[in-house]
């Protein structure tokens, strides 16, 4: 009964240094791959755009530019010039972009942006969230001066 007992001990304390190992893992991994790099980051080529609305055009596979900084409460419009179809859908977050059918060649898309972060989409028939035809906006918090 001793020998049973002892033997149950054992297997508590390697089930219990178990735990603490996961533990100090978790808290030393840091950002191996829960933090998101993608969620705040921003892009290296940005164009800062203080005109209201911001436009930007879907052209020949690409939105153009494609990476643009603008102030909180910016309506943002997206122009398909090409001659053909895109969407523009959200990576995350709020819910905003248009679908194929409604951005057929010639067609125009909105949508104002009041809070500020990065925003980022893609269009689902020429990219991926993360590469090709993709693009962000970049929504800073300053309000315009009236002065
Ligand atoms: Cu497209």
């Known amino acids: 009964m001793k020998r049973a007992t002892a033997s149950l001990l054992g297997l508590v304390l390697v089930a219990a240094g178990t735990v603490a ?15 998101s790099t993608s969620d705040g980051s921003v892009p290296e080529d940005v164009v800062v755009i203080d005109t209201d609305p911001a436009e930007v055009t879907a052209l020949d596979n690409s939105f153009r530019p494609e990476n643009i900084e603008v102030a909180a409460g910016t309506e943002v419009v997206w122009t398909n010039k090409g001659r ?7 990576v995350e ?27 980022r989409y893609y269009c689902s028939i020429h990219g991926t969230t993360d590469a090709g035809m993709i693009g962000t906006i970049v929504v800073t918090d300053e309000g315009r001066s009236r002065g």
């Open 21 to 35: 190992a996961c533990g100090g893992d978790d808290d030393s991994a840091g950002g191996d791959g829960g933090l």
């Open 84 to 90: 053909n179809e895109h969407n523009v859908l959200h």
């Open 93 to 119: 977050g709020d819910e905003w972009g248009v679908e194929v059918d409604d951005f057929q060649p010639g067609a125009v898309y909105s949508h104002t942006f009041d809070e500020a972060g990065v925003y």
